[in-house]
């Protein structure tokens, strides 16, 4: 009975899958329950993986008895600050290797938020000099390993610290702080960032070996929830390494966190013993980090360029290691404040100028200078078991090419610019961040904002709060004034010059140029800045006498690449004249035979004020007060053939540029 109720079910389940079943004979199992036993193993695989991967990957950087380690065994960081959006592409590698070429072993970048996400919502890590990924990825095939700083807030004397600007179309806007429109923007910015870059840390083999919550935050304030909040959102998003922060001396423990490795900032032996003392304060256990030291300086405009002497950078180099510090050096190529993108600060307000050279070890134009040298030659004294006996060689200087001098060909006046572009209407003139037609809704971030109306008679147009922060004004197309942030009394006597034939009234505009966001809070007046206060242009209303102006035009000039071919496809161009008093853009061509094209600096000297674009790109601004003179120009902007050049003039033109072999940073 039993064998042939067996018989009759193997006969109906012939019967039912008479075609389709066949058996996989060296294990006597059907396919369909191959097929069920693969996917159960598969998820099982899939929720236990992590658990195998972290048993099986190596132990990463661990900070513990006074000592950072590395898979366990004892580890002497020794870094060079190289940003990736400060340097062409085409030159990360060569940074690179020039750091490794110092005896060092890790490289260290900020991420700049307001370049990735310059419009909200819009996430760009690709293209140009914003793909972090290939930046990774090279530091890992020249053998570095990477400390990452994603912000939000990095300073680095960059536009608004590197926060984007539309944070500031909010009115009631706090950045650093736990203000809840701030933290969700932060959360979404990490959402993408943080995905991206998980694959490239050490614990997945990667080369990115400690992440950086926030930025100094101990000399702006307290707030340990709004650091907890950052610390939360990078560890929800895929951060698995060493987390720590970097505060100067005194600002140590307002900026630390329990169980994140406080960090030091400093450029002498006196702010280092300090820093060293107050992270001992803050537990015995801490190993030494100075994660930020600072061989050279910045520059502003209307300032001196800034040095250090090999012998000073030497004796503080020597004391940190010496201390038992690891060591990261800022700047170790310093690069370029490309397009827009310098930062500012108080008490009086300036901004920092277009070359980030910083006297760094690395020039920006990629070569090694006697600070190189000397770094090498103190690794080697004080901590040589942390320094290959053998070095890889320095990377050969680049070629330089002294173009000549170039005749400007044709000029685009202001006006001519502006009949190009919709203006956007308001009854009163509002900073460019309220501009919200613009951007998806963020408002207008850089470049210069050109505010018009129109008056019928002369009087004191007055200002009734500063203007942000640079302005020319202009009758008629005419200037009649120039005035800065700094300058107390915002009044411009309007004479009334004789009215045009057939007009009745005269167009008056306000250019105002953003000259760059607060980088670092200051205090103005005795007064604390904060981040806020930056929204740029007319900030307040506008008086002419006692009657207050309205019916404002605005045009933002942001000189992205769309706009500048709109430019250069008008028909309004003259044939070049010397032009003065009034803004415009400047036109010639510069013809390239040999390939590939080389570096080159650009002399503007003659030239009063304004920006220069090669090919639709942005080098940066050019101020006839210095220090800097020449903009570097880095041959992969180049093409063989010809070349356009672009130069937006505020003031005065001249009748050529010149390009030189050789930079020129201090007048």
């Known amino acids: 009975m039993l064998q042939t109720e067996e018989k009759s079910q193997e006969e109906m389940w012939t019967r039912r899958r008479p075609k389709r079943t066949f058996v996989l004979h060296a294990y006597g199992l059907p396919l369909r329950r191959i097929v069920i036993c693969t ?20 132990l990463g950087l661990r900070a513990h008895d006074k000592t950072l380690y590395l898979d366990g065994e004892p580890f002497k960081l020794l870094s060079g600050e190289v940003h990736y959006f400060r340097v062409v592409p085409e030159y990360w590698k060569h940074s690179l290797l020039m750091v490794k070429a110092a005896g060092l072993n890790t490289v260290s970048t900020y991420v700049p938020w307001n370049l990735h996400e310059e419009i909200k919502g819009k996430f760009n890590f690709k293209d140009g000099l914003l793909d972090i990924v290939q930046y990774l990825q090279l530091a890992q095939e020249v053998g570095l390993y990477v400390v990452l700083r994603p912000g939000p807030y990095i300073c680095a004397e960059w536009e608004f610290g590197g926060m984007p600007s539309w944070l500031l179309n909010d009115p009631s806007m706090k950045v650093r702080s736990t203000y809840p429109p701030f933290l969700k923007a932060v959360d979404n910015y990490f959402s993408e960032l943080i995905p991206l870059v998980a694959g490239l840390q050490y614990s997945r083999g990667g080369p990115i070996i400690a992440f950086q919550i926030e930025n100094e935050y101990g000399a702006y304030e307290q707030d340990k929830k709004y650091l907890e909040a950052l610390k939360d959102s990078l560890l929800k998003y895929g951060v698995e390494e060493l987390m720590l922060t970097a505060d100067p001396a005194e600002h140590l423990e307002k900026g630390s966190l329990p169980g994140v490795l406080p960090t030091a900032t400093f450029n002498t032996i006196s702010r280092g013993d300090l820093a060293f003392k107050n992270i001992a304060a803050l537990s015995p256990e801490w190993p030494l980090v100075t994660m930020e030291f600072w061989p050279g300086w910045y520059d502003v405009w209307g300032s001196k360029h800034n040095t250090m002497k090999d012998e000073e950078m030497e004796a503080v180099l020597s004391f940190i290691l010496k201390s038992g510090s690891s060591v990261n050096f800022y700047m170790f190529h310093g690069g370029t404040n490309f397009g827009f993108m310098n930062g500012a600060y108080y008490p009086s307000y300036v901004a920092t100028v277009t070359s980030y050279d910083y006297d760094a070890p690395v020039n920006e134009q990629g ?29 050969p200087a680049r070629p330089v090419e002294k173009y000549g001098t170039l005749e400007i060909e044709k000029y685009l006046l202001l006006d001519d610019m502006v009949k190009r572009m919709k203006a956007i209407y308001g009854i009163e003139a509002v900073p460019m961040e309220f501009l919200g037609q613009v951007n998806n809704g963020g408002g207008q971030g850089y470049g210069f904002i050109l505010y018009r109306t129109e008056i019928t008679k002369g009087g004191k147009l007055k200002f009734s709060d500063t203007v942000r ?13 120039t005035f800065n942030l700094n300058k ?3 009044v411009v006597a309007i004479k009334g010059p004789n009215k045009p034939q057939n007009k009745t009234t005269y167009v008056l505009d306000v250019l105002v140029e953003n000259m760059g966001r607060l980088n670092s809070m200051g205090y103005y007046n005795g007064t604390k800045v904060p981040f806020e206060s930056q929204r740029k242009g007319i900030t307040s209303t506008v008086y002419l006498d006692k009657a207050v102006l309205i019916d404002w035009d605005h045009y933002p000039l942001e000189f992205r690449k769309p706009f500048l071919t709109s430019m250069l496809s008008s028909g309004d161009w003259s044939p070049y004249k010397d032009v003065v008093g009034t803004p415009g853009m400047f036109y010639t061509r510069l013809t390239v035979t040999k390939h590939p094209p080389c570096d080159t600096f650009i002399d503007m000297k003659g030239w009063k004020k304004g920006v220069v674009f090669v090919n639709g790109f942005n080098l940066g601004r050019y101020w006839e007060i210095g ?22 003039e505020l003031h005065g033109s001249k009748p050529t540029i010149t390009f030189k072999d050789k930079p020129q940073l201090d007048l």
């Open 367 to 395: 070569e090694a200078n006697t600070k190189f040298t000397k770094i090498i030659e103190t690794l080697f004294k004080n901590v040589p078991e942390s320094v290959s006996s053998t070095l890889p060689p320095i990377p």
């Open 627 to 648: 220090p800097q003179r020449t903009l570097y120009l880095p041959g992969p902007l180049l093409r063989t053939g010809n070349n356009e050049i672009l130069i937006f």
């Open 39 to 58: 996917l159960i193993v598969l998820g099982l695989w899939y929720v236990l993986r992590p658990y195998f991967r972290i048993k099986r990957s190596p």
């Open 488 to 490: 107390k009394d915002m």
């Open 469 to 481: 922060d640079r302005a020319v004004v202009l009758l008629n197309g005419t200037e009649i004034a």
